[in-house]
């Protein structure tokens, strides 16, 4: 409206130097002279966010005015890390952006490295939900993500004499330039109260829900880039506020706390990330975040919608929601609720809409992971949805009973509330019930799925299960991790992979060429090295790079079972003093990884990891043949210099319990070798990488499963196996810990008495195939060889072609899907 639009920006140093120049002066009120890194930072990422703000316009526009349908990608967790590198490399900026802060004697990695990480997930199910918002983007999928704007991330973590210890997180300390408040997009959640029947003549009486709490929910969005900056979408994080900043009678008349409680009350909705990832907790607390985001989330969907197209009937053609995993599985309520009580629509209509718009991922197969509420705690927080969920139930056992002719057994497994321990509502089984999809995150995750915690569910519903097997983004896992690496493969085989990452397959036969095998295995060392320097800086610990660094980073669990790894270690470290004479191949053993603050076990590996590791340090017997070092505070900044820097990857779950892995798959693509079980994505990365490429050992998941029926118990296997027995001993005899010589006694008496997670099991296979790899290693052009396989053949495992099966089998949304 007589606006002009502004005029395209030139991407060239001498205008971007002079743009942050122009930011750092007017926008942050510093002089160049008195400006610190953290002034040039944000200067920066200012520029680089007008170049965003661009796309970002084109892009919502676009969709506006196609009417092409939306993905809406509900999830509690967010686990992006920083974004002004990934911003710059999808917007092609690396290199002038590069030469602008050089000529104000600036370097761009220092620069970046300020910028804090955005923890707003725990481990996996999060960090695959910034790959796919950024694959997305990428592949021209018209997305928004959906989340909690949580105040405080994930824990830091630090070590304090060996064990973990837990401190707050606070990312948006110094504001956090990436986000938008937007104040026009704010709607009310109801909490509790009651429900009453309205009845007006000649029409059918209505249920409305009359909640006693209410609170705000506040959008906060953030751009997301795609490759070559052609697409922007946006995630959305809800953050809660109260409507009455503060009780303004009460603080009168003295009660200066009192006037507050209402707004801390809505404002700790919002306030921090649950930190467990394996247990559910169970509390009111988390219960609340799931529903106000996704209450959010769904007002939102619907209004806009609404303005868009006028009518809700046709929400399913335009709107694809997917849930990722059960944390925001009342939404099949909430919707419910909406069509039904709000919209007017009766219940079969509004049946068909919630199913035709819902997709669930799963991503666990663990019994103590799966979500369940009490029902009254779920009664007195959400009694409308409480209600709705009865009647779903009441119509899917019907469905059961008389189409299918289920029995009692099979009606109760599929029940929506579990009556054995007490009434809980089953989030799996509403998610289940309520989406017309629902996929497991790997080939064996999805097979499993149908066989155990959804068999009756996949019996009544025999089409909705579908696999689709995760990936990683190649921008952030390659292009911005490893720039050494990906300027090789440029030069060698052209910049066509950079647009599609299948293309790494050209690099395929290079792995028999000595001068690029030569390059490949410099870039590494490299890697090493910068790796070497952190692990030196921070803990003082000095690394030998021609050893191998054989790397395990993810959450500290027993079915990861980084205690079968650190066993090896001390395996190892006895051996090596038995017979120094042996030509043993040089290895650093590294570990990081956060434990659930109340998860015992986990923290106890993390104790003795640490033990093991000063023990071991210390001993020059072993010099420079074992190290053992364990990183403190892993996250996806750390993670983005260790993938790089790995010649061995451990991949090793007991099979039948890792969904699916992502780690597995940025270690391959920065070409590392695998070690590790056939479980998750390792089995389909078999298959694409080739036998000779990966180093598969142990249990397969069946195997697994008939042990634990047989009542499996290590104690025949430690007696038989001198290895094992020894580094048991070892710890038992509390050489590791002099200063408490019983911490680790549940942790070995568990391998003896029942050996849950197959350690013992899995020992001796453990062990060979390390003793392999070690042979391997000392042939440097075998090794290389089979890393420059895992490159080149990795590159299926990409986000891009997750999001692409998504949009084609799911959402029948994105490029080529709108008719
Ligand atoms: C569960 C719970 C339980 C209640 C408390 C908070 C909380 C938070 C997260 C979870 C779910 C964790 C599930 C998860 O992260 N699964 C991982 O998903 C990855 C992506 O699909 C997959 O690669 C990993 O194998 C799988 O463990």
């Known amino acids: ?42 200067a920066t990422t200012l520029v680089v966010r007008d170049r965003i703000i661009d796309h970002w316009f084109a892009s919502a526009n676009k969709t506006r005015d196609t009417g092409d349908k939306r993905v809406y990608y509900l999830s509690m967790e967010f686990l992006i890390g920083r974004l002004l590198r990934d911003a710059i490399n999808n917007l092609q900026l690396t290199g002038p952006i590069q030469e602008a802060l050089k000529r104000y004697n600036v370097d761009v990695e220092l620069v970046e490295m300020l910028e804090p990480d955005a923890a707003l997930g725990n481990g996996g199910l999060g960090r695959l939900a910034a790959c796919f918002m950024e694959s997305m983007a990428s592949t021209g999928v018209p997305g928004i993500g959906y989340g909690i704007r949580y105040v405080h991330g994930f824990f830091r973590q630090e070590i304090a004499e060996g064990a973990q210890v837990e401190l707050p997180e606070t990312w948006l300390m110094h504001g956090n330039p990436w986000e938008f408040e937007r104040r026009d997009s704010t709607y009310e959640i109801g909490f509790g109260g009651k429900v009453v029947t309205q009845s007006e003549p000649g029409k059918p009486p209505r249920q409305v829900w009359r909640p006693t709490e209410r609170v705000l929910a506040v959008a906060f969005d953030t751009p997301i880039v795609g490759w070559r900056g052609e697409q922007v979408n946006t995630l959305r994080l809800w953050s809660a506020q109260a409507i009455d900043p503060i009780l303004l009678d009460a603080f009168n008349s003295g009660d200066h706390i009192g006037a507050l409680v209402e707004s801390n009350k809505a404002e700790a909705i919002t306030r921090v990330l649950y930190p467990a990832d394996s247990h559910q907790a169970g509390q009111e607390l988390r219960l609340r975040q799931e529903y106000f985001f996704s209450a959010a989330s769904l007002q939102d969907i619907i209004r806009r919608h609404v303005q868009e197209h006028g009518t809700l009937d046709t929400l399913a053609d335009k709107v694809a929601i997917q849930l990722n995993d059960t944390h925001p599985a009342v939404s099949v309520a909430e919707l419910m609720r909406l069509l039904v009580d709000v919209h007017g629509y009766e219940w079969d209509r ?72 007490g009434r809980r509502v089953r989030m799996g089984q509403l998610a289940f019930v309520g989406s017309h999809a629902i996929n497991g995150v790997s080939a064996l995750h999805t097979e499993l799925m149908k066989q155990t915690v959804f068999r009756n569910l996949h019996e009544l519903y025999p089409e909705r299960i579908q696999n689709k097997t995760n990936g990683v983004t190649p921008r952030r896992w390659l292009m911005e991790c490893n720039p050494g690496l990906t300027k090789l493969l440029t030069e060698a085989i052209g910049p066509a992979f950079l647009d599609d990452i299948e293309k790494l397959k050209d690099a395929d036969k290079l792995a028999d060429d000595a001068g690029f ?46 205690f079968l790894n650190i066993i090896e270690a001390i395996a190892l470290y006895n051996q090596i003093r038995a017979h ?41 017997a072993v010099r420079d043949l074992l190290k053992v070092v364990f990183v403190p505070n892993y996250n996806v900044s750390l993670a983005e210099i260790i993938m790089p820097a790995a010649d061995l990857s451990e991949q090793i779950s007991t099979a039948g319990l890792e969904a699916s892995g992502t780690g597995n798959m940025k270690f391959a693509l920065n070409g590392a070798l695998t070690i590790g079980t056939l479980d998750g994505a390792n089995v389909e990365m078999l298959e694409h990488l080739g036998e000779e490429n990966i180093f598969i050992f142990g249990l397969k998941a069946d195997e697994v499963a008939q042990r634990r029926r047989n009542a499996h118990s290590g104690r025949s296997i430690i007696e038989r196996t001198p290895l094992l027995r020894e580094a048991l001993d070892a710890i038992s005899s509390g050489v590791f810990a002099p200063d408490n010589p019983a911490r680790y006694h549940n942790l070995v008496s568990n391998l003896y008495n029942n050996d849950w997670w197959m350690i013992c099991a899995d020992f001796d296979a453990y062990w060979k195939t390390q003793r392999q790899l070690d042979v391997l290693f000392l042939d440097q052009t075998a090794w290389h060889s089979k890393g420059v396989h895992n490159t080149a053949r990795i590159g299926w495992f990409s986000s891009d072609r997750s999001i692409r099966e998504y949009a084609k089998d799911i959402w029948q949304a994105g490029p080529g899907q709108n008719a």
């Open 1 to 42: 409206r007589g606006a002009t639009v502004p005029e395209p920006r030139q991407n060239d140093p001498d205008t971007l130097a002079r743009q942050i120049l122009e930011k750092l002066t007017y926008s942050i009120c510093k002089h160049p002279e008195q400006a610190r890194k953290y002034d040039w930072l944000r």
């Open 350 to 421: 509004a049946w068909q809409i919630t199913r035709a718009t819902f997709g669930y991922t799963n991503h666990t197969l663990l019994p103590e992971a799966l979500e369940h509420w009490p029902v009254n705690l779920f009664e007195r927080l959400l009694p409308r949805q409480m209600q709705i969920i009865y009647q779903i139930n009441a119509g899917i056992i019907r469905e059961a009973s008389q189409d299918k002719g289920f029995d009692d057994t099979q009606i109760a497994a599929i029940s929506l509330i579990d009556e054995g321990h």
């Open 517 to 562: 095998r030569e390059k490949f295995a410099a870039v590494k060392r490299a890697n090493k090295m910068r790796l070497a320097d952190l692990i030196s800086d921070r803990l003082a610990i000095t690394l030998n790079p021609d050893a191998i660094f054989d790397i395990q980073v993810k959450r500290i669990h027993e079915y990861k079972r980084q």
């Open 580 to 620: 120094p004479e042996r030509d043993w191949t040089p290895r650093v053993k590294i570990f990081a990884g956060k434990a659930a603050p109340s998860y015992v076990q986990a923290k106890e590996i993390i104790h003795l990891a640490n033990d093991v590791a000063r023990l071991i340090n210390g001993d020059p």
